[in-house]
Every structure is written in C-alpha cells, then in structure tokens.
C-alpha cells in the first residue's frame, strides 16, 4: 500500500512541477526576466504594462532614461513593444514536446535599423544561439551572376557599417532578415552594390530551431 501511495504522491508531486511551465507564456517570461534585457524597464513598470494592456487600455511606461516603452503586440507566445523612441524588443516563445526555447530580437532603430537575436531557455540562461537561428552575415545576401568577373570579397569590403534587421512574422511563424545598409553608405557605393544584393533572407520556426527558407532577391 505504502508503494502505491508512493507513486501517487510522486506523480502529483510531477505533475504540479509540470503545470506551472505548460502555463507559462511569453508574458510571465517577459515580467520575470532579471539578467539585464531590460534593464531600462524596471520589473514594476513591465506588471503595471501588462496589467494596462490586458485591461484593454494601452498605457505607455517610464523607462529608466525618462523616456516611454509600449506594448504593441502581446499573444501568448509572442510580444512586440518599443522599449524606447530609439529600441525595439520582439520576444518568441517556440515550444516543442521536449523544449522551450525563447527568442528574444533587439533593434536599435538609428541610424539604421540593427537587430541582435539571442535565445534563451526558460530560466534566462543564454542559449549557443547559432543552433537555434545563425544570424546572416552580409556576404550571405551577396549573389554574383555567372561570368560577372566583380568579387564577392570586395563588395562586402565597401560596406563599412553592415547593418541587419531581424523581425518576426507571428502568422507564418519566421524571421525576416533583411539588410539596411543603405542608410549607412554613399549613394554611389550602395548603387554599385544594389545589383548584387538579395532583399531579404526568410527562416522558417521548426520545432524551436529557425532553418533558411527562402531569399528574395
């Protein structure tokens, strides 16, 4: 009897350790996070958001700069919001049955748009991230047509600033890469280049790892 007391006390014991990270969304990630991603928000002002938010009523918070953060998408695994006038922060909860992995994409918006994408597990420990999403590299939206003599060394040489921008489309479940290094270089330098350059790179979610799907050119 003891034994089958024993086993029913260690599967609700669990099943109870279990529940709470099956319920967790990308809000309860978002609200508990203290490693320094937003380290501009303080953890009172990101409850008092949400709170405004899921009451319908869309109350923008002071960041620590004095400046304002809004939400401006919140589902249950996905969240968009302005962490400041210059900063975008995108968070991805990608679940499978043995993993959760949240992605987390932060642009700086000026002068041109520049995403950085890291992943996390579900205690904020940072991720190899390139397992889950290798970031491009400008040379890999760089294509030279057959029997085109121009190298494709010398063209990724020209761009001094190589500014990437990484967003997240919720419906289909990707991330749009594309480059926005017009703003950081000549017009005559960037016309010389645009031939060469793909508009954007797309990655499918599978599972919770992002694979190439598709380049636009």
């Keep these: 009897m003891k034994s089958v007391k024993s086993a029913i006390t260690a599967l609700l014991v669990a099943a109870t350790m279990a529940m709470p990270v099956a319920a967790r969304t990308v809000r309860?990630?978002?609200a508990s996070e203290q490693n320094?991603?937003?380290i501009?928000?303080?953890?009172?002002e990101r409850?008092?958001?949400l709170d405004y938010y899921e009451a319908g009523q869309n109350v923008p918070a002071t960041n620590n700069f004095g400046g304002t953060a809004t939400i401006d998408t919140l589902t249950t695994d996905y969240l968009k919001l302005q962490t400041s006038g210059s900063t975008l922060v995108e968070?991805?909860?990608a679940t499978s049955k043995r993993d959760t992995v949240i992605y987390v994409v932060q642009t700086a918006l000026l002068p041109s748009a520049d995403s950085h994408v890291a992943a996390y597990d579900t205690e904020w420990n940072e991720l190899n991230t390139d397992k889950y999403f290798k970031m491009p590299q400008l040379a890999d939206f760089i294509s030279i047509p057959k029997g085109d003599k121009t190298r494709?060394?010398?063209?990724?040489?020209?761009?001094?600033?190589p500014t990437i921008e990484?967003?997240?489309d919720l419906p289909d479940r990707t991330i749009t890469a594309t480059p926005t290094i017009s703003g950081t270089m000549t017009n005559e330098d960037y016309d010389a280049l645009k031939p060469y350059l793909a508009k954007s790179i797309t990655y499918k979610l599978k599972n919770v790892k992002f694979?190439?799907?598709s380049i636009d050119n």
Aim: proline share 3%.
């Design 28 to 30: 309860d990630f978002f």
């Design 36 to 38: 320094g991603i937003f």
């Design 40 to 44: 501009t928000l303080p953890q009172d």
């Design 47 to 49: 409850l008092d958001m």
């Design 91 to 93: 968070m991805l909860m």
């Design 152 to 161: 494709k060394d010398d063209l990724v040489k020209m761009v001094k600033m």
């Design 166 to 168: 990484c967003s997240f």
């Design 211 to 213: 694979k190439q799907l």
